[in-house]
């Protein structure tokens, strides 16, 4: 017997009331984080050049070669002749762009995951021009707000758990969008001339529908990148995500590394060797004896241009002890190494930086519609009590 119609759309109808729930109440709830994540992942995109805006004495005089490298941990060891550890020293980009090196476990922030020294040297004449704790300058301060809520290594379990359930919010508004009649010329139409709250509508409509592949990715790639141990099993990977991140401190008993038998101009001269056509972009200088000077080089095709993955590890006595290619990873790590160019659009050039800018945006569009449209319908149901408890107060009045 052939059910009625009634009876085929009444579980589509419930379907829809259960998923139409979960989407308002995982935005009511969770808007507000997702915009927060939105607004500072658009700064964080541009979030040295901001820095450097912000401090002009950070900014540095154009230089015509770049920096000798024994020079920058000659000038970084007589300045800080108590920080015993190692430094990891970033070599600029850019033209114009400074020296940044960071002393990974400071005493003063000893008890946080990550809060280097971060220190700002002209690559021209070597003047340290900045010198400050990580998380006591804005653009720090919000890039850990960003990846960790300011809640140091539980924050990022916690930002993953969240954008889990973003996720379903997203994916549930595509379900409430998808036109049951295939009609999507209309589904996909911007009214301009509507009432105010149908074009409220579309705002969100739209807003969800054009950015949504973007903050899919921007989503996926963000739990992936605040967790990534939950899936380097799943994918096989070797290397790991091999982060510029948190860093162990030296091990209980260690010394302080001897000094090199060769300077760091040969050795990184040696790095680069073994990839002709790379650039050199990092360079960490050992924590204790036990330690290795480790050489980060970007070549052409990598995803990742600040934080290339090809690595060159040398021992202090200018001998190569081990490679990382990045064109040799297996495809489980390939996969995570295109996580965080993805995530802040550099794998994309300065468009793709752009489009991640404007799609950070996209959340506060999203809740502010959204969060418009919920109003109007509790206020068009207040309403309709108030006329229904009117009208029977009239009634009773009646026949009283």
Known sequence: MKPSPATETEPKRKHRRLWL??????????????????????????????DNLLNPPTQAIQSTSPPSPQAIIDKLKASYPDREAGWRIELPMHPGDPVMARYLKPRETQGSDFAPLVVILDPATLDISSSRLWGTFASTWIYDLHYTLLLDTSGKTVLAILSIFILISLLSGIYLWWPQAGNFRSALTYRPHAHMLRRIYDWHKLAGLYGLIVLLML?????????????????????????????????????????????????????????????????????????????????????????????????????????RDYFADNPGDKIMNWLHPLHNGEALGLTGRWIIVISGLLPLVLFTTGFLRWRHKQQAANAIKDRKHRKERYQSRKKG
């Open 219 to 323: 989503t996926v790639t963000g739990i992936m990148l605040e967790r990534p141990d939950w899936f380097e099993g799943m994918l096989g990977t070797k290397v790991g995500m091999q982060h510029m991140g948190s860093m162990p401190a030296p091990a209980a008993g260690s010394h302080p590394a001897p000094k090199a038998s060769v300077s760091l101009d040969q050795m990184a001269q040696t790095a680069l060797q073994q990839f002709p056509g790379s650039e050199l972009r990092w360079i960490y200088t050992p924590d204790s004896d036990q330690g290795q000077y480790q050489f980060r080089l970007y070549q052409p095709g990598e995803p990742g241009h600040r934080f290339p993955k090809t690595i060159v590890w040398i021992n202090h006595s200018g001998q190569v002890v081990n490679i």
């Open 21 to 50: 729930t979960v989407h308002l109440y995982l935005g009511l709830s969770l808007g507000l984080v997702f915009v927060l994540m939105g607004l500072t992942g658009s700064f964080l995109v541009f979030y040295t050049k901001i």
